[in-house]
């Protein structure tokens, strides 16, 4: 059976539960009536929650001069341990330290990318570390960005 809005703003054919044609009408379907799913911030170490594939944090941040988290989900602060070492900080820990981490990172001001380390990873915190284009010395990339999955 299809789903319709019909001319009158009221949505026919919906049976699921018993909804009765006309109980979901203009109203209901008004501007900012109807709005996304979020996940909640305590389904990202839910062992109920079937969230495989989906980031249990990530963040974007600028790793020059004074360390400033552009957007994120999931992370409470960036540590600057000095030159080109930084430590991404979990809101929630991860149930464990079995998670995969994707990092990247690139220099605007010049143009060449970053080659990124890491160290041991923890439930609640995971460190980076961030190489020249060289691989020879740390260095500040102006663009870092990381996603964390479990």
């Not at 054919?13 to 109980?23: A, H, K, M, N, T």
């Not at 989906?54 to 540590?79: C, E, P, Q, Y």
């Not at 149930?95 to 990318?113: E, H, I, K, L």
């Amino acid at each position: 059976m299809s789903i319709t809005i019909n001319g009158s703003g009221t949505l026919t054919g919906v049976s699921v539960g018993g909804l009765p044609d006309g109980i979901v009408d203009a109203d209901t379907l008004a501007t900012d009536a109807v709005t996304t799913v979020k996940i909640e911030d305590d389904a990202v170490t839910d062992a109920k929650q079937d969230l495989s594939g989906a980031a249990k944090a990530w963040v974007n941040f600028n790793g020059t001069g004074t360390v400033a988290i552009r957007a994120a989900f999931n992370v409470s602060s960036i540590t600057d341990n000095g030159t080109g070492d930084y430590t991404v900080n979990f809101t929630t820990a991860m149930p464990d330290a079995n998670y995969s981490a994707v990092v990247g990172g690139a220099n605007v001001n010049s143009g060449f990318a970053w080659g990124i380390g890491n160290t041991t990873p923890t439930s609640s915190s995971y460190r980076i570390i961030a190489f020249g284009y060289n691989g020879a010395s740390l260095a500040d990339p102006s663009i870092v960005s990381a996603s964390f999955f479990r």
